[in-house]
């Protein structure tokens, strides 16, 4: 009866042997297909790290690139804004020298302001010779000579009604002075019930740049002050105690408000934004002196 129990037990322990060993079996297998997932994972894993590397690699090669690329463009730039500073330079030179030779070209020149269109008839310069010395009442011993006279093409006037000016070129730098010392000295000049105005013939350049002050100007004959534009652009007032001459309107108006001498000079409007920016124009050597205080 032992033998035969020990028998059912021997048997009952190679069963649970033989699934012992059937679970290490499935075991093993999974642990194997588990290795070759982890191998594979892993052989993709480092292939990922290799691309990955070698696109880190092809992107800083392209930085270098590109820093190198940018520190050109900075160098040409840098090349191109001295070069520009050069040019503009040089180009203000040329302005201020061309200005000059045209204002020196015009020497012999007065404008004259106010004059009836077609009073001339066909022939202005025959006009003004006859009529400049009778209305100015020069010098019978005096003759003048004048080399050319006409309209000018343009009104520069705001009133489109107004007539053009009258250009008139003389022989000689003295007969001009005679004839506009002479107009000036007699003002208000009038041809018939009409206002003329003489003055000499300025570019454009400086026409704009003293046309800044008019408005001031015009207020201070209100107040009875005297005053009196210096070439090119520059405004000389007759105070009490001895005239003043201001380079540019903001000087000229600062003056005025500290000395109280108009009243309500903050309500007024003196220049438009163009004139005045037109007005203030320095050459660069002020410019750059302006800007090395700046940086201080």
């Known amino acids: 009866m032992s033998s035969s129990k020990t028998n059912s037990q021997d048997s009952s322990i190679k069963k649970e042997l033989q699934s012992l060993i059937i679970i290490v079996q499935q075991l093993t297998a999974k ?83 106010g004059l009836p269109e077609n009073i001339e008839g066909n022939n202005i310069t025959s006009f003004l010779t006859t009529w400049l010395p009778k209305t100015l009442d020069l010098p019978e011993a005096f003759s003048f000579g004048i080399e050319r006279a006409h309209r000018s093409i343009a009104n520069t006037n705001s009133n489109k009604n107004y007539p053009r000016s009258v250009i008139v070129r003389f022989l000689s730098s003295f007969d001009k002075e005679m004839v506009l010392k002479s107009a000036w000295a007699k003002a208000p000049v009038k041809f018939n019930e009409t206002t003329v105005r003489f003055d000499n013939d300025y570019s454009s350049m400086v026409i704009a740049k003293r046309k800044v002050f008019l408005p001031l100007i015009r207020e201070l004959k ?64 002020t410019s750059e002196k302006k800007k090395r205080l700046k940086n201080k």
Not at 43 to 65: A, C, P, R, S, V
Not at 254 to 268: D, Q, R, S, V, W
Request: hydrophobic content about 40%.
């Open 31 to 113: 642990m194997d297909k588990m290795d070759t997932k982890i191998d594979t994972f892993i052989e993709k894993t480092i292939k990922q790290i290799d691309l990955l590397h070698m696109d880190l690699q092809q992107q800083k090669i392209q930085m270098t690139g590109i820093e190198e690329a940018v520190n050109d463009m900075e160098n040409k730039i840098q090349e191109e804004g001295i070069n520009i500073e050069f040019l503009l330079k040089q180009n203000t030179h040329l302005q201020t020298k061309l200005d000059d030779l045209e204002n020196r070209s015009r020497r012999n020149n007065i404008r004259i302001f």
């Open 222 to 285: 209100k107040a009875q002050f005297k005053t009196y534009l210096l070439f090119p652009a520059k405004l000389k007032i007759f105070l009490p105690d001895g005239p003043k001459i201001f380079d540019d309107l903001d000087s000229a108006l600062l003056f005025i408000k500290k000395n109280k001498i108009l009243e309500k000079i903050e309500e007024m409007e003196w220049a438009s934004p163009s004139l005045k920016r037109l007005a203030t124009e320095t050459s660069w050597k």
